[in-house]
């Protein structure tokens, strides 16, 4: 409600959630300091409500800003939750200058979860992970400078972990061909694209030419090549 608010519904709602610190504010409108914090900070009208925003007891925007961003990046699904993560990834895709500094906090936000999941390996988060991953690229969050530092990252467990090259494939981001014939991406990745038909055979035998690519690859593709 306070995410998708207008600016007149912002200005009622602050006031009604206000008493003395924004954490109890939080608690009248039964939301987690985090939630508030967020779904004011990502609300599209924000910045053009200094009132507001004094109300709230910040001194600034940047300073709401800055407390929305530490939030997003460092909550592995505590204060926000799957819900809360998806509505604000459909809210900021309607504006572009928040679409833009969205792009500076996945990295970072994304960085914090896959440590979170190397260290306690916990199926819950995978899970919200994947489904996270998924809304990024769906949504039309995902911009195609996004897409390109995922896919340079070599030997992605993460990557497969999630079928991701697939997920970037189906959003159109960057041609399959394209992200075939990368060496960052996986043999296993690859197989992945093959089997669902999306490369040719022709590309697959002018990537065997390739005197370059790795055993583990050329393995794989001939073993695909001596089926046909």
């Not at 089997?195 to 690519?213: F, M, Q």
Request: glycine fraction near 4%.
């Amino acid at each position: 409600m306070i995410l998708t608010a207008s600016a007149e519904q912002l200005v009622k709602l602050a006031y009604k959630s206000v008493t003395e610190k924004i954490p109890s504010g939080s608690r009248r409108l039964g939301l987690k300091p985090g939630q508030f914090t967020c779904a004011v900070g990502f609300n599209s009208h924000i910045e053009d409500l200094p009132d507001v925003i004094s109300v709230l007891g910040y001194n600034s925007y940047e300073e709401l800003a800055n407390q929305r961003n530490e939030i997003f990046v460092n909550d592995p699904y505590q204060q926000l939750s799957m819900d809360d993560v998806l509505a604000i990834y459909s809210e900021v895709v309607k504006n572009p200058g928040m679409l833009s500094i969205m792009q500076y906090l996945l990295s970072a936000r994304l960085s914090n979860i896959e440590k979170r999941i190397e260290a306690t390996v916990s199926s819950n988060v995978i899970e919200k992970y994947k489904k996270e991953m998924k809304a990024i690229y769906n949504d039309g969050v995902a911009q195609i400078e996004f897409a390109e530092s995922r896919l340079d990252i070599a030997d992605s467990g993460f990557r497969a972990l999630i079928n991701e090259v697939n997920i970037i494939v189906d959003s159109k981001l960057i041609p399959v061909g394209d992200i075939f014939f990368r060496n960052t991406v996986l043999p296993q990745e690859k197989r992945k694209l093959i089997s669902r038909g999306l490369i040719p055979d022709e590309l697959i035998e002018t990537r065997l030419a390739d005197k370059t690519i790795s055993e583990q690859e050329r393995k794989m593709l001939q073993a695909i090549v001596n089926r046909k």
